[in-house]
Nanobody, 122 residues
Framework: QVQLVESGGGLVQAGGSLRLSCAAS????????MGWFRQAPGKEREFVAR????????YYGDSVKGRFTISRDNAKNSVYLQMNSLKPEDTAVYYC???????????????WGQGTQVTVSS
């Protein structure tokens, strides 16, 4: 069982940066692939980023590639999303996710956090 709690969301101007954090409970955190999804009002949930259990492999959704960076610290049971060059279209609720072999689709992740709101003003 893994519980996920996101933090770090907020309001930022376009071009700014935010760093999201996700704290995970559970002794097997280091065994899980971790990721982030987001959902904007009226839109479908979108894949943002994913990192392997060791941190050696990462990949990103096309809309955030080159601007966002996912990382993890297994000693702290935490995963992070550094978001730079933010755009108004990045406005969404961001969800932290975990699973043993998660990929790019949301049905590959069994564990979800409650979400944190990110709002980017123009």
């Amino acid at each position: 069982q893994v519980q996920l709690v996101e933090s770090g969301g907020g309001l930022v101007q376009a071009g700014g940066s935010l760093r999201l954090s996700c704290a995970a409970s559970g002794r097997t955190f280091s065994s899980y692939a971790m990721g982030w999804f987001r959902q904007a009002p009226g839109k479908e949930r979108e894949f943002v980023a994913r990192i392997s259990w060791s941190g050696s492999s990462t990949y990103y959704g096309d809309s955030v590639k080159g601007r966002f960076t996912i990382s993890r610290d297994n000693a702290k049971n935490s995963v992070y999303l550094q978001m730079n060059s933010l755009k108004p279209e990045d406005t969404a609720v961001y969800y932290c996710v975990a699973d043993l072999a998660g990929g790019r689709t949301q049905n590959q992740y069994h564990y979800w956090g409650q979400g944190t709101q990110v709002t980017v003003s123009s």
